[in-house]
């Protein structure tokens, strides 16, 4: 069986890519990040999406990436804002390089375990704003990764970076989700970590849009709606 | 004054590499990692090499690169060899895709602090084995950054990877390094944390021939030599 590393947050969409990494027969290794993010319930909902998807194994990193700042998500100093449909600049959500060292470190835990497969959940339709989900991003990123390990460089099994979603929109993911029996009551997309999610930042409300384009009812809970 | 980040372990490379960098007019931000290595010896040792560099600032990341191991400097399980000169494998001190972990936090932190130039001390000479030493890795991971940064992508400012001592042996770098005033009493490359560098594993070896070729002699203290 092949073996694949799967980027996991705990949010919408990496909870979907552990469930279509299994549909495609891949073995699921799951690799979640404690970064300094503001708070823990990400995790807490990314261990037990782990468990429900029934993974080979989950590891988890802590790295200090909060060490200096930059993000709104890692720097407490930083607002989380309301979304406001008018921005067009880059969100103080965006953590600078997140999505590189995110892969570098899965390619790591892939080069260990033997798996040339590693997947991660960006789009590039909702997520302007992020230019480490864009597909050009993606391609260098897998070329780097190609370039700096002995399995690809002197064993000849080169890595590929999978990113299903890419072209995808969240309602999408929701439907294919759905169909592949994710448990939306157990992700967590809220950029606040409270007992229910805001319903008022930039990410619960691209979630709410999503779900109410799918026409799937959204299992979480929300303070205001 | 142009700000560069400089990645730096407290190493013979890297030391030389704080001052190269300042020698070349840049205010240095160096780097450091606590990513489960054997030893904390060197990451005192780096210490103490920055401040002597004077550096503007220096930073601590830990991560948990040995939650797979797979490398005898984070995995216990696997003992630190002797240096065999008939050896033509990778060395299990191979640390997967550690470089570019290390270059993609980099880049983060550089983005953060408005810094265009990151400093890496690899040698293509001396670490035939290390893939992630190679110019062909670097120029590719710096693509990727290049790819993957607000910086880059929406604010025209490209990232550049500077590795001074790419086609250098380690006898230049002392050499260069004496002239521009680095302690060499205070660099640390035994893969063993004792108070005395082991003098036998393979870092010491190379380190022992590169003072020897260079006519300089290193002040570091060996138990066997």
Known sequence: ????????????????????????GYEVYAISFEYGQRHDKELDVAKKAAQIADVKDHKLV????????????????IDVPDYNPDEDTIPVTYVPARNMVFLSIAASYAEVIGAQDIFIGVSEVDYSGYVDCRESFIKAMEAAI?????????????????????????????????????????????????????????SCKLRLKAFKESGIKDPVKYKHL
């Open 1 to 24: 069986m092949k073996k694949a590393v799967v980027l996991h947050s705990g949010g919408l969409d990496s909870t979907t890519l552990l469930h279509y990494a299994k549909s495609e």
């Open 62 to 77: 802590t790295l200090n990436l909060n060490a200096w700042g930059g993000s709104a998500l890692t720097d407490s100093d």
């Open 146 to 202: 190609n370039q700096g390990t002995v399995a690809a460089v002197e064993n000849n099994k080169p890595f590929k970076i999978h990113a299903p979603f890419q072209y995808m929109t969240k309602s999408e993911e929701i439907i294919l989700g759905t169909k592949l029996g994710v448990d939306y009551g157990n992700t967590w997309s809220c950029y606040n970590g409270e007992d229910e999610a805001c319903g008022t930042c930039d």
